[in-house]
């Protein structure tokens, strides 16, 4: 068995802390796109932090491979504490094949797939190990879009003060 991490979360914490309404910003989209990064030549990304309306911290990361753009991961990070972090989701574009050790299956290569943290998989200290195929999303861009519109996200406001929830479901 794998070494314990300090916070343990069950599926319905899980659940509960990916529906935390997390708020963004209109120009969410053009934050996201993703960008040359100077600490790795062939890799393309961004970050974007938000604070939850329930008060919890998190990050969204994207990066994605400059030569193969279907190689690439869009994933939400909880900051449980000031000293851990959890990745809770992962959406995948294609790369090699992922065994879900556990059930003993394998996604094959060239699929696209979402990583999930699971009960079962931070007992073997391997929080997201567990991956399902999916056909949500085809590449990055209807992945983005999948990721925004899935896990809690809402615009902050409408100029006015407004809160409106991601209803353009349109990524640019």
Request: charged content about 25%; glycine content about 6%; proline content about 6%.
């Amino acid at each position: 068995m794998g070494a314990r991490m300090a916070t343990f979360l069950t599926e319905a914490e899980i659940k509960a802390i990916l529906d935390d309404p997390k708020p963004v910003t209109k120009r969410y989209r053009s934050v996201m796109a993703p960008r040359p990064r100077k600490d790795r030549p062939n890799q393309l990304g961004r970050r974007l932090n938000v604070r939850s309306v329930g008060g919890k911290t998190f990050k969204v990361y994207t990066s994605v491979n400059a030569r193969l753009t279907n190689n690439f991961s869009i994933g939400l990070i909880w900051y449980p504490s000031a000293h851990e972090k959890l990745t809770l989701i992962r959406c995948n574009g294609w790369h090699e094949a992922h065994p879900n050790r556990i059930e003993r299956t394998i996604i094959q290569p060239d699929t696209c797939h979402i990583h999930r943290i699971t009960e079962r998989y931070q007992l073997v200290g391997k929080p997201e190990a567990y991956a399902e195929e999916t056909t949500e999303y085809h590449d990055f861009k209807t992945a983005l879009q999948y990721f925004f519109s899935k896990f809690g996200f809402f615009l902050r406001d409408d100029d006015y003060g407004h809160e409106l929830p991601l209803i353009d479901k349109q990524v640019p």
